[in-house]
């Protein structure tokens, strides 16, 4: 099912990404405009999760239509399996440049379950998560489709859009800071510490994330304090 209904959330990053795409796009905007270089003219469009769609978010050749991906070169189910990532947000520029958003509240959130598939589907994903290591420069042996597969599985399909496809998509890593209803990290310095052992169990300390993705790999950290403050 590449469309998933959701309800309103009350609580964690699901809330958080609700709230701000439906009632305070300008703090996403806000946070992303310096990363993605947007001129006074540039806009986004926030796709999802929108309440009038039933806060619905989308997965596999539903979200590659709701951004308007058509990709030429390398088809999605070449690459992936079905039941690939389900994207907390989409969101498309005015420029035409697929957003895809990923939020986190608290860090054991970046501890995924490991890679559930199995046979054939098992195979696709870790040949294709072995193309992704091998373009950003990767020379440990870190297994992706364990502790942090969520991540790395992002990252992938950030590399099937703008790499395989030429699609100038860019990956919004959203980390939301001062959650206290779940603990969350009380700034973005206790987020990039967490961030740092992710980054070191993939083997992406050294890698070239920029250089292959050409900066399309963006984190940004928002205080939920303002978006309470946005939206009551």
């Not at 009350?10 to 703090?27: D, E, T």
């Not at 699609?167 to 973005?188: C, E, K, N």
């Amino acid at each position: 099912m590449s469309r998933v209904p959701q309800k309103a959330a009350g609580r964690g990053s699901q809330k958080w990404v609700q709230l701000l795409v439906n009632r305070a796009p300008h703090l996403l905007d806000s946070a992303l405009g310096r990363h993605l270089g947007l001129s006074p003219t540039d806009t986004i469009a926030w796709l999802s999760p929108l309440a009038d769609d039933g806060y619905a978010e989308y997965r596999d050749e539903g979200f590659l239509a709701k951004v308007g991906a058509r990709p030429q070169r390398t088809p999605l189910a070449g690459f992936w399996p079905a039941r690939g990532p389900q994207w907390d947000g989409l969101g498309r520029t005015s420029r035409g440049e697929p957003l895809l958003l990923e939020a986190k509240a608290h860090i054991p959130e970046l501890l995924s379950p490991p890679c559930q598939a199995a046979g054939a589907s098992l195979r696709t994903i870790r040949a294709s998560l072995d193309r992704v290591k091998r373009a950003v420069g990767l020379r440990a042996a870190a297994d992706w489709s364990t502790t942090y597969y969520q991540y790395a599985n992002r990252l992938a399909h950030l590399y099937f859009l703008r790499t395989l496809n030429q699609i100038p998509a860019y990956l919004v890593s959203l980390y939301l800071v001062g959650d206290a209803d779940i603990r969350g990290p009380r700034t973005a310095e206790e987020w990039a510490g967490a961030l740092d052992l992710v980054h070191a169990q993939l083997g992406l300390v050294d890698a070239r994330l920029d250089e292959a993705f050409g900066g399309a790999f963006v984190e940004i950290f928002i205080d939920v304090a303002d978006i309470a403050a946005a939206t009551t």
